[in-house]
């Protein structure tokens, strides 16, 4: 099978495209036929070595992927041949990844696609929506009637997040580009405030009087002191984006108002809470309220072009999705 692969970590010229044997499905796998692979951000660096986690060399690269399935190995009864599924966790913690002809799957981290859908549509939403599912139903505990700040709303998990908030009952304020506010106001933020404005930071002030019950950053700046400002007593912070910040934390407002803050990657969910994200998800997809923005389609021969756009910020707002058949 053609494969976008390493041999070693390091820079994005490290990935060859070239043949691989297809791999066989053990016990519990399925052997999936891909059809679509998103690149995601954590995609560049699990393969550069800045997320350590151990990879089977040669390895292929890649996290999400929309297929088919073609063959079983011993002990699954939970899909059929025939079946288009979907996956979020391949190629971390000893896992091979999706960026191939065939990738094996185990049964528990594939989920069925909702009729329909468009593999490529698909596979760009899954891993922000699983994402912010996560981050807010698992990491954060939020509630209905809570307050939720989303940081970057005009992102991949930055929609999502505001989609998932907003049907889970919370009030939604949001920051994103001054381009981009009304988009996030069609999503269902209540306010939503440009990043760049001087008085941003008492825009915020006035749209949340009692405070924030959770503060999602998808963007990465991490103006902690700014987000200590607008908690609420007991409030929740998620880190989950920029892997290289290094802000400044404000203590005294951290402990005098009981405020937690929370490091989160999906990469460590366990099984269970992925499978609950994936229900989520699907759900959402096939109600139409998962849009994934623009796409941009390459052949999976672009893996390493692709890989070093996105280190260089060349598309922000774009998502990068591989499709095997057009090589």
Sequence with gaps: ?????????????????????????????????????????VDTIVRSGAFPTPLPFPFVVGRD???????????????????????????????????????????????????????????????????????????????????????????????????????????????????????????GADVVADYRAPDVARTLAEAVPDGVDVHLDTSGRHDLAMALALMACRGRIVAMAGIDARPVLPVGPLYTRDIRIVGFAISNASVSDLAAAARRVNQLVADGLLDPGPVEVLPLSDAATAHLRVERGEVRGVRLVLVPSLD
């Design 1 to 41: 099978m053609r494969a976008a692969f390493i041999e070693r970590r390091g820079p994005a010229d490290e990935i060859r495209y070239g043949d691989l044997p297809v791999p066989e499905p053990g016990p519990g796998d399925l052997l999936v036929r891909v059809e679509a692979v998103a690149v995601n951000p």
């Design 65 to 187: 992927m929309v297929g088919t399935v073609v063959a079983s190995g011993p002990g699954v009864s939970s899909f059929r041949i025939g079946d288009r599924v979907w996956s979020n966790s391949l190629g971390h913690d000893g896992r091979q990844g999706a960026a191939a002809e065939y990738a094996v799957v185990g049964a528990d981290r594939l989920y069925r696609a909702p009729a329909g859908v468009d593999p490529v549509a698909l596979v760009a939403v899954v891993h922000p929506a699983a994402t912010a599912y996560l981050a807010l139903h698992v990491h954060s505990d939020m509630r209905s009637g809570d307050t939720v700040l989303v940081a970057g709303a005009a992102g991949h998990v930055g929609r999502a997040a505001t989609v998932l908030a907003v049907r889970a009952g919370a009030r939604v304020v949001a920051t994103a580009g001054g381009g981009d506010v009304d988009a996030c106001r069609e999503l």
